[in-house]
């Protein structure tokens, strides 16, 4: 069965930062895409960064040169570097993995992590 779990969210500062984890179990299948989400209160959910099998990289406008995605191959975790964070960037961030599966690819999403940034 595959797995995902995330953590290091919290409360920050406007200004501070935080890292994000997400690391994924996924058995016997092959970890395609990981990739960063996040939904405001009211808010549809929406895409923050994503990495893909073959390292290609794409951001939301709203958090390029302040967030930073990558991927550890070896261990199946992807990581959200998140600097110069703002009250706008309050939210559930979820990752999502995308596995291969032998009738195609499959999108596996984590529970969440709550990101607060206030003063």
């Known amino acids: 069965q595959v797995q995902v779990v995330e953590s290091g969210g919290g409360l920050v500062q406007p200004g501070g930062s935080l890292r994000l984890s997400c690391a994924a179990s996924?058995?016997?299948?092959?970890?395609?895409?990981m990739g960063w989400f996040r939904q405001a209160p009211g808010k549809q959910r929406e895409l923050v960064a994503i990495?893909?099998?073959?390292?290609?990289?794409s951001y939301a406008d709203s958090v390029k040169g302040r967030f930073t995605i990558s991927r550890d191959n070896a261990k199946n975790t992807a990581y959200l570097q998140m600097n110069s964070l703002n009250p706008e960037d309050t939210a559930v961030y979820y990752c999502?993995?995308?596995?291969?599966?032998?009738?195609?690819?499959?999108?596996?999403w984590g529970q969440g992590t709550q990101v607060t940034v206030s003063s």
């Open positions: 996924t058995g016997l299948f092959r970890l395609v895409g």
């Open positions: 999502k993995v995308v596995v291969l599966r032998s009738y195609g690819q499959t999108d596996y």
């Open positions: 990495i893909t099998g073959s390292g290609d990289i």
